[in-house]
């Protein structure tokens, strides 16, 4: 399968979801967990990636990003990060072949109030998925870090996570992160939600618009649908479920938007 090409929107928030080879487990163990969170900072300190928030799964990765630096930036941040996670494993484990899905699905997302719901969707993936009840319970993902920022081996940008919520101060941003979290919890509708994984684009209808507009032809024949309070870019669903076995079911990377990456992710 050809690979989409490159395409950079400055300023632009993004939801990366990445799967492991035919959504194989992984990174089940912690210490794989833990390698590809030290890679995520490694890519933060060598090329200045902007984090607003992560959770590292079993067999999935979602990082939320967003592009400040030059074009290069996320995708030279993937590929060091998927890159390194799967040469190290299969260096330990006497393996071979393909650590992840050749491509990451990228997602754009408006800022304030869509960017927060976004947030929010990551810290309980593994709530969702049964294994923890409260997102503070997983040591592997955001949450905990929002909540109480560190002083050493800082992942989070905090304030400028806060600045691009809408908040005027962190404190407030993080009794408002609180607040929506235990919303979720508390009223039962913690669901999968696709927009966040398998969309283009999700915000306000100008966003995706303009968004449409900047991806230029990369969006031609994408449709922008309206569900509940967002607006999405999508395109029409075609069925992937005879690539890949469907057990280990976890992200779709159908309807996605993707950066090219070069051959140092799937290692064959």
Known sequence: MARAQRHYIPGQVWHITHRCHK?????RFAKDRRMWLQWVFEARKRYGLVILNYVVTSNHIHLLVVD???????PKSIQLIAGRTGQEYNKRKNRKGGYWEDRYHATAIETGEHLLRCLVYIDLN???AGVVNHPSEWSFGGYNEIQGPRRKCVLVAYERLRE????DSYDAFRVAHKEWVSGKLNNGNNIHQSRWTQSI???SERFVEETKKNLGILAKGRKVLERGRNFQLREPVVSYIAVFDTKNGDIAPKNGYFWQTNSEFSMR
């Open 23 to 27: 959504r194989d487990f992984l990174l």
């Open 164 to 167: 691009l919520a809408g908040f």
């Open 126 to 128: 593994m709530v969702r």
């Open 201 to 203: 684009a999700v915000g």
């Open 68 to 74: 400040d630096g030059d074009r290069e930036t996320i």
